[in-house]
């Protein structure tokens, strides 16, 4: 299960990417927001994030207006890779180098069919492993050193 989350900023893209989901049959949990009206971006970020890090749902999608919120918040959360991207090589990059568990995007920076373009190249991409690893394992033992 993928979950999905959104600010006021990022719920035209939020439903544009859900819709291409689900043509691709994956499930989607949908955490919000679902209307125009002005909300937090932390509140959905958190909750995605959460759903990611404890493992009910496998990754996530965030949107807010430009992108940097969410990542900024989901990035709090322990265990999660929340990364901002806006094209298809850092889509790409961002599962093969980074694992990133969350993809986050700006819906006041991309269309709707880039957006679900980059969805589709970070969905697909598989990750490298290897060195790779070794810096995952870095960013771990940073998360640590901050945590106790
Ligand atoms: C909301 O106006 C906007 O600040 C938010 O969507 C996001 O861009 C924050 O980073």
Request: hydrophobic share 45%; with cysteine; proline share 1%.
């Amino acid at each position: 299960m993928l979950a999905i989350g959104s600010d006021h900023g990022g719920l035209k893209l939020k439903n544009a990417i859900i819709a291409y989901l689900n043509r691709r049959g994956i499930v989607v949990s949908d955490a919000g927001t679902t209307d125009d009206a002005s909300v937090d971006y932390p509140d959905f970020g958190q909750t995605v994030a959460e759903m990611v890090a404890s493992g009910s749902a496998e990754r996530g999608i965030l949107v807010c207006g430009t992108g940097i919120g969410m990542s900024i918040a989901a990035n709090k959360v322990p265990g999660i890779r929340a990364a901002l991207v806006t094209d298809a090589f850092m889509a790409r990059m961002a599962k093969e180098h980074n694992k990133a568990n969350i993809l986050v995007l700006g819906g006041r920076v991309i269309d709707e069919r880039a957006g679900c373009e980059l969805v589709e190249a970070w969905l697909d991409a598989e990750f490298a492993g290897g060195r790779h690893q070794i810096r995952l394992d870095k960013i771990s033992g940073i998360e640590q050193k901050y945590s106790r």
